[in-house]
């Protein structure tokens, strides 16, 4: 995606170094505009340097030439603001076109996104606070500012967002929302079936392929609902809705009580096949441990949810083994009557825990190996095949 990479003067321009380089390292095209002010804080050559283009800065000809702020304007597909001083942001609620990072704001008809960063009181200023809302009103995604110390060494808030947030809010505002009003049930992680308050059976299961289908899910405009085991550690968006249970039988719980309203479930969750029948409410000591321990098997989650919403919601499973991945796949699809199964390959070097891995989509028309071994990449493939899936019904 081709981006233009506003900078105001501020401290935080520093920051807005790293954010130019994550978004290079992500394959974007990056241009940067620099305000006078900015260059007295981080030079334009540190900038050509990172994007690979020349810098436009206030001594730029606005009026023509490949910098020009029409041709600029015309050629980014979406704009980032980083930082925003409260002169910028005031600048660009009145249409004060006086320099020329204002000039291509004003000529760009694209989603663009400002990162205020400013003093405390300037920020809760009665003006700054009039001139955000009518940014917010013409479509502009605003991004922070977050709370902390500032260069002053005041406290509060008007720190800059950090350039991973920044990047979040990108992908948020430039995924296409092909997913918008899907109603999906999404299950990570492992679950813990104790046998005393300190002893338990679990799985390496991390819930990393569980929490990257909700949070690509989500980012593609679909409603979800994500239920994990007690561990998982993932970072999680902020428009996904969470629940977090232990055991298998309170995920199954879980899941009950938010699928009738669902259009697709995703079972991801690493699910203990057994339970003990009799967990401890005490610690048993070393010496009075037995040998052996009485299992019962736990409920098959997605078999159940299979065997209830079969041929009325969408049902995606997921099989993690050793050897055999597809075909021990495919028995699993049609004994438990799912619409697709995601076949894993586990072992030392990838699958539990790590973010690379071999995979396969099996469905009833066969196997498709998923191209990459990127987990992200998984999520994403998975989703096209859903979005297919639900225009096709």
Same mark, same amino acid.
């Given at each position: 995606m081709r981006i233009v990479v506003g900078v105001a003067g501020g401290i935080a321009a520093y920051k807005t170094c790293e954010?130019?380089?994550?978004?290079?390292?992500?394959?974007?095209?990056?241009?940067?505009?620099?305000?006078?002010?900015?260059?007295?804080?981080?030079?334009?050559?540190?900038?050509?340097?990172?994007?690979?283009?020349? =810098?436009?800065?206030?001594?730029?000809? =606005?009026?023509?030439g490949p910098l020009s702020h029409i041709t600029l304007a015309h050629w980014?597909?979406?704009?980032?603001?980083?930082?925003?001083?409260?002169?910028?942001?005031?600048?660009?609620?009145?249409?004060?076109?006086?320099?020329?990072?204002?000039?291509?704001?004003?000529?760009?008809?694209?989603?663009?996104?400002?990162?205020?960063?400013?003093?405390?009181?300037m920020w809760t200023h009665p003006r700054t606070e009039m001139n955000v809302g009518i940014l917010r009103s013409d479509g502009v995604h605003i991004v922070g500012p977050r709370e902390g110390r500032m260069a002053s060494g005041r406290e509060g808030i008007g720190r800059m967002a950090e350039p991973w947030e920044l990047?979040?809010?990108?992908?948020?505002?430039i995924t296409p929302q092909d997913l918008a009003h899907v109603r999906m049930v999404v299950t990570a992680g492992s679950t813990w079936e104790h046998f005393d308050p300190v002893r338990l059976l679990t799985n390496p299961s991390t819930g990393l392929m569980? =929490?990257?289908?909700?949070?690509?899910?989500?980012?593609?405009?679909?409603?979800?609902?994500?239920?994990?085991?007690?561990?998982?550690?993932?970072?999680?968006?902020?428009?996904?809705?969470?629940?977090t249970v232990t055991s298998a039988v309170e995920m199954l719980q879980a899941v009950e009580k938010v699928m009738e309203a669902a259009d697709v479930f995703v079972g991801?969750?690493?699910?203990?096949?057994?339970?003990?029948?009799?967990?401890?409410?005490?610690?048993?000591?070393?010496?009075?441990?037995?040998?052996?321990?009485?299992?019962q098997t736990n409920p098959d989650i997605i078999a159940m949810v299979a065997q209830k919403y079969h041929g009325h919601k969408l049902i995606v499973?997921?099989?993690?083994?050793?050897?055999?991945?597809?075909?021990?796949?495919?028995?699993?699809?049609?004994?438990?009557?799912?619409?697709?199964? =995601?076949?894993?390959?586990?072992?030392?070097?990838?699958?539990?825990?790590?973010?690379?891995?071999?995979?396969?989509?099996v469905t009833a028309q066969g196997a498709h190996p998923i191209p990459g071994d990127d987990k992200a990449c998984t999520a994403n493939v998975l989703l096209d095949w859903i979005e297919r899936k639900l225009k096709e019904s």
């Amino acid at each position: 995606m081709r981006i233009v990479v506003g900078v105001a003067g501020g401290i935080a321009a520093y920051k807005t170094c790293e954010l130019v380089s994550r978004l290079v390292q992500a394959g974007h095209e990056v241009r940067v505009i620099m305000t006078s002010a900015a260059t007295a804080f981080v030079g334009p050559l540190t900038f050509e340097a990172l994007s690979g283009h020349p =810098v436009s800065t206030q001594a730029t000809d =606005v009026s023509e030439g490949p910098l020009s702020h029409i041709t600029l304007a015309h050629w980014a597909e979406a704009m980032v603001v980083a930082p925003a001083t409260a002169g910028l942001i005031a600048r660009f609620a009145t249409g004060r076109a006086e320099d020329m990072l204002s000039l291509v704001y004003l000529g760009f008809r694209g989603p663009v996104l400002v990162a205020p960063a400013m003093e405390p009181d300037m920020w809760t200023h009665p003006r700054t606070e009039m001139n955000v809302g009518i940014l917010r009103s013409d479509g502009v995604h605003i991004v922070g500012p977050r709370e902390g110390r500032m260069a002053s060494g005041r406290e509060g808030i008007g720190r800059m967002a950090e350039p991973w947030e920044l990047m979040e809010a990108l992908e948020d505002v430039i995924t296409p929302q092909d997913l918008a009003h899907v109603r999906m049930v999404v299950t990570a992680g492992s679950t813990w079936e104790h046998f005393d308050p300190v002893r338990l059976l679990t799985n390496p299961s991390t819930g990393l392929m569980g =929490v990257l289908i909700a949070n690509a899910a989500a980012r593609r405009g679909a409603h979800v609902h994500l239920i994990t085991g007690p561990a998982v550690q993932v970072p999680v968006h902020h428009l996904v809705t969470r629940s977090t249970v232990t055991s298998a039988v309170e995920m199954l719980q879980a899941v009950e009580k938010v699928m009738e309203a669902a259009d697709v479930f995703v079972g991801a969750a690493a699910v203990s096949d057994f339970r003990p029948v009799e967990s401890l409410t005490h610690k048993m000591h070393k010496e009075s441990l037995p040998l052996t321990w009485k299992m019962q098997t736990n409920p098959d989650i997605i078999a159940m949810v299979a065997q209830k919403y079969h041929g009325h919601k969408l049902i995606v499973g997921f099989a993690a083994e050793t050897q055999a991945p597809v075909e021990q796949a495919a028995l699993k699809l049609r004994k438990k009557g799912l619409d697709a199964i =995601v076949a894993n390959l586990v072992g030392h070097q990838e699958g539990f825990g790590s973010g690379q891995h071999h995979s396969w989509l099996v469905t009833a028309q066969g196997a498709h190996p998923i191209p990459g071994d990127d987990k992200a990449c998984t999520a994403n493939v998975l989703l096209d095949w859903i979005e297919r899936k639900l225009k096709e019904s």
